[in-house]
Structure formats: C-alpha cells, structure tokens
C-alpha cells in the first residue's frame, strides 16, 4: 500500500519561499498522476499543480509562473517549489496520486485522487 508523507512546511513573509516535498512509501512501481492541493480554512480543497507519469505539468492559473512542481522517480518523491508566496497562499497543502490515471491528469477533480498524504501547513504573512 503506497502511503505519502509531506515535508517543508512552515511560516514566511510575502515574497519568500518554500519547496514541499512528498515521499512515498510502499511503491508499487508504476508510476501514478500526482499533484498538490490546498485547503485553506472555510474553504473547498483546490487543485495547485499535477504532474503525470512522464513529467507533463499542468497549474491553477493563481500559482503559475511562481509554482513549480516536479518528481525524481528514482527517489519516490514528489516537490513543489513555492516563490514569490503570497498570503493567499496559505493553506494546509496535500499531496496525492491518483492511481486511476497516468498520462491524463485531473486537477480539478481532487475526489479521484485516492492516495493521499497527511498534510503540511504552509503560512505566509503580510
């Protein structure tokens, strides 16, 4: 059973930066669709980035051009580099694989995500 543990987390000013990263444990070998996705409080869960199996990234238009995501599969882990952050960005911040897809991701559709990990709070301050 695969299960995802985020890292990186943690409390910045305007303007600064974070990199998540997400490891994964129990892989099976094959190569799922992953992304992020964000919850802030009184707020529905939202799709930030995914990134299929052969590394085609697609974004929220709220975080492109400051939001890169990007996976090493030799080391089962998934990143996601934050600059330019804003204090909308803060939220709890999740990572997922969909095990359903590989080439096509939904980043609109958080419900077929169905590996997720525990969660990382990320803050940023005005």
């Known amino acids: 059973q695969v299960q995802l ?17 997400c490891a994964a444990s129990g892989y099976t070998g094959r190569r799922y669709c992953m992304g992020w996705f964000r919850q802030a409080p009184g707020k529905e869960r939202e799709g930030v980035a995914s990134i299929t199996s052969d590394g085609r990234t697609n974004y929220a238009d709220s ?11 030799a ?5 996601l ?12 911040y999740y990572c997922a694989a969909d095990s359903g897809a590989t080439f096509v991701c939904y980043l609109n559709s958080w419900w077929r995500y169905d590996i997720w990990g525990q969660g990382t709070q990320v803050t940023v301050s005005s």
């Open 63 to 73: 975080v492109k051009g400051r939001f890169t995501i990007s996976r090493d599969n």
């Open 5 to 21: 543990v985020e890292s990186g987390g943690g409390s910045v000013q305007a303007g600064g930066s974070l990199r998540l990263a």
């Open 75 to 79: 080391k089962s882990t998934l990143y």
């Open 81 to 92: 580099q934050m600059n330019s952050l804003k204090p909308e960005d803060t939220a709890m």
